[in-house]
């Protein structure tokens, strides 16, 4: 199991059977989908593949939120240096004479002089007039400015309401198509991210809230408190905000993350050069391996594995690096100070039981997975392998650092302990863990004490099969 997880986004390279399967086995840990990309029906049956081909893989599905973006093109301008080009609010402009954007309200909110970055800052405009829903803009650079792209404008408030009608409906979508994670663009307050869930009104989906802009930065400890899973997602951060600050932005958002055990996602051009080459760039190298030494719980992999001619050298590229990196960690043992004492008196105990005895894996028996997710925040050597006996819920803890979610179907009782040996001798005739094995095991037992976890056990496997009698 993989301790830095990997996200990889599926696109028409990689939504088939036998490139889903060769993901997975090269180490993607979770399958993404751009709910700006392709229509509902490429999504449904997209979920529908990975649920057949690699049942055990969590999908994220990203829904477009506030993000602005040019519609699907029918021509793609090419331009130079100081040409215009005309930007439309009104719908059905396919790129020939205007390029219809999704917002049908942005001419309201900017004026002359205002400056517009497009496809993630690549592409940089100024405002030289507005007619009507028609803005008009100066290239500062040559480009091409194609379909679907985002369209950033800093520093503007364009009064845009906090979820969208096509929000819920992909919320909706999301919820019927049964994926694991909801990816929330744009998050702006923990209110955001409370409204959102009450869409959901359930457990799973899960939430991923992307900090993208200077509101996302300002309440960026409230956000964090209210998600599931931080993503940064660095593409419309640096436009949105100074591009010199990106570095020390990412820092902060991850040791946030940290600090309140919740997993936390660096996206964005991590190996952009292998969409084209098979082998990454020196600066990538370093970007991915500073992005695991400040404590990411995941990288993720956009254009690389949806459009790209490498997703699975990205991929192996990937997990290379970051284990790499992950065993010099391992002899720096990094401390994380997580904010709730008892929730830190618990973890510290874990991380001092695991290190001072020789212990080979830790066993976290979870409902809700909050266990598994504590444990996982230490980043220690020791594969951690949860079991729930929620079967959505099992899969969901795929995405926290080196952790095994396992599904056991079984009563987790609130007057006794029998769970617990039931649940390992399941780990044990599943191989999860076998008789050479020193395990450490974290529980929720009785009597109950509400969210908390309240056992810990030490056991040589070998002494539970001899004792239990197991066969």
């Not at 209210?226 to 820092?251: C, F, W, Y």
């Not at 290379?320 to 100070?337: C, P």
């Not at 996982?376 to 729930?388: E, G, T, W, Y």
Request: aromatic share 6%; net charge positive; with cysteine.
């Amino acid at each position: 199991m993989k301790r830095t997880k990997i996200v990889a986004t599926i696109g028409p390279k990689t939504a088939n059977a036998n490139m889903l399967k060769k993901m997975y086995s090269a180490g993607m840990s979770l399958a993404r989908l751009n709910g700006s990309h392709n229509s509902l029906k490429w999504h449904d049956e997209t979920i529908k593949l990975i649920r057949k081909e690699i049942p055990n893989c969590p999908i994220l599905l990203d829904i477009p939120g506030k993000k602005i973006r040019t519609i699907r093109l029918s021509y793609e301008p090419v331009f130079n240096k100081k040409d215009v080009i005309i930007l439309t609010t009104k719908k059905g402009f396919m790129g020939k004479d205007k390029i219809s954007i999704t917002n049908t309200q942005l001419h309201k909110f900017l004026s002359k002089g205002n400056i517009v970055y497009a496809d993630d800052g690549t592409l940089k405009f100024k405002v030289v007039k507005i007619i009507n829903r028609d803005i008009y803009i100066r290239a500062e650079n040559s480009g091409q400015l194609k379909s679907s792209k985002g369209i950033n404008v800093p520093y503007v408030d364009i009064g845009t309401k906090l979820i969208t009608d096509r929000d819920k409906k992909m919320i909706g979508f999301s919820k019927k198509a049964g994926v694991d994670f909801v990816g929330i663009s744009f998050v702006e307050s923990a209110k955001h991210v409370e409204l959102i869930r009450k869409l959901i009104n359930k457990k799973i989906p899960k939430i991923v809230s992307k900090i993208e802009n200077q509101k996302g930065l300002d309440r960026l400890t409230e956000i964090v408190k209210a998600s599931d899973v931080i993503m940064i997602d660095r593409g419309d951060l640096s436009t949105e905000t100074n591009i010199e600050t990106l570095g020390i932005n990412q820092k902060n958002i991850i040791r946030v993350a940290n600090n309140f055990a919740k997993p936390v996602i660096v996206a964005t051009e991590m190996l952009d050069s292998m969409i084209h080459n098979p082998n990454p760039t020196k600066a990538e190298v370093l970007d991915i391996s500073n992005s695991v030494l400040d404590g990411a719980t995941a990288t993720m992999l956009s254009g690389e594995t949806a459009i790209g001619n490498y997703p699975i050298e990205s991929i192996k590229v990937m997990s290379k690096v970051a284990s790499v990196m992950l065993t010099e960690q391992d002899k720096k043992q990094r401390k994380n100070k997580l904010t709730t004492n008892e929730v830190s008196g618990m973890a510290n105990a874990i991380k001092n039981l695991s290190l001072s005895l020789p212990i080979t894996k830790i066993i976290a028996i979870t409902i809700s997975g909050f266990a598994s997710r504590i444990i996982s925040s230490q980043m220690l050597p020791h594969p951690i392998i949860a079991v729930s006996n929620n079967k959505s819920l099992a899969r969901t803890f795929n995405m926290y650092s080196g952790t095994k979610g396992v599904y056991y179907e079984t009563k987790f009782h609130k007057d006794s302990l029998k769970h617990i040996p039931d649940c390992l001798n399941f780990l044990w005739k599943n191989k999860d863990i076998n008789k050479k094995d020193m395990i450490l095991v974290i529980a929720l037992g009785y009597p109950g004490s509400g969210r908390r976890m309240n056992t810990l056990q030490t056991h040589y496997v070998k002494d539970l099969i001899k004792t239990l009698s197991w066969k």
